[in-house]
């Protein structure tokens, strides 16, 4: 897994040819041996960014997966076998904590948006109800795994579609192998790229802010001024109050013949205790 334990944040001056004498530009750092290599990372960073800027290029601000690993602050860590890393809970930029493994594999499948008035044209014409767009996500994925694999699988539902771990075995999450699996089932290509650029796999374990009735938490991480940590610590506290009626996750059903691996089980056992998978509370 590649997930930085340090982040610097560089910010700068280009000089530009547009209406204003200068143009703002930051760039963060990251690095995980010590905070010096995140801020050289981050120096070296702004110098290209300048570069660009003073040749009329273009920045590339793009998706939040692009090109660089996701700025989040590790929370936990979890040894394997050897002791090498298996999983690290992480927080995520709007609060929820998420699990990234090593080789547990996760996908996250959403439901497809349908036209905001189907339901209400099939039955002004008559029609019979259809299968429930859930329903049909479900057969579409149980039959997806069972047709790309003959390994062990486990399905949960989330507030806005499906999420499987395979638990027979573990997998390389840069691999052809994984890659081809999750596209197999749907996995929104941004996820297989961050997939690769961390070279692990995710399961957000608490819900989303809002779905709780909690704002964004405030400032980013790192949260270096001790007034940000005081109101992000203050936030943290409702929030998880917040948290204990919602479950991020429920369990359907497993497909396959049912293997748990060693290696998988700690994994299953903390995002199952986690997301509250057998709870039966609300999903968020």
């Not at 700025?71 to 995520?92: F, S, W, Y």
Request: proline share 7%; net charge neutral.
């Amino acid at each position: 897994m590649y997930i930085p334990r340090y982040w610097v944040r560089a910010t700068g001056q280009v000089p530009t040819a547009l209406d204003r004498p200068y143009y703002e530009i930051v760039a963060w750092g990251w690095s995980n041996e010590d905070r010096a290599g995140a801020e050289q990372k981050a120096h070296e960073r702004l110098a290209a960014f300048a570069q660009r800027v003073q040749q009329g290029l273009d920045l590339n601000r793009g998706y939040a997966y692009a090109g660089k690993p996701l700025r989040e602050e590790i929370v936990r860590e979890l040894k394997g076998r050897g002791g090498d890393p298996a999983g690290v809970v992480t927080r995520n930029s709007y609060g929820s904590l998420v699990l990234n493994t090593a080789g547990a594999m996760f996908i996250d499948i959403d439901l497809p948006e349908s036209p905001p008035d189907a339901g209400f044209l099939g039955g002004l014409f008559g029609k019979k109800p259809s299968v429930s767009p859930q329903d049909a996500l479900l057969a579409t994925l149980r039959e997806g795994l069972q047709r790309a694999s003959s390994g062990s699988f486990r399905i949960y539902q989330t507030a806005a579609g499906f999420r499987v771990l395979a638990t027979d075995r573990t997998y390389d999450p840069r691999s052809p192998e994984a890659q081809a699996l999750m596209t197999a089932v749907g996995v929104d290509p941004a996820f297989l790229h961050l997939c690769r650029i961390q070279e692990s796999f995710r399961a957000r374990l608490t819900p989303k802010p809002w779905r709780c009735g909690q704002r964004l938490p405030p400032g980013q991480h790192p949260r270096d001024d001790q007034g940000d940590r005081a109101s992000f610590a203050q936030w943290l506290a409702q929030y998880d109050q917040a948290c204990q009626s919602k479950a991020t996750c429920k369990f359907v059903e497993s497909v396959g013949w049912g293997k748990v691996d060693e290696e998988i089980q700690p994994i299953l056992d903390l995002h199952d205790s986690a997301t509250g998978a057998g709870a039966g509370l609300p999903l968020a």
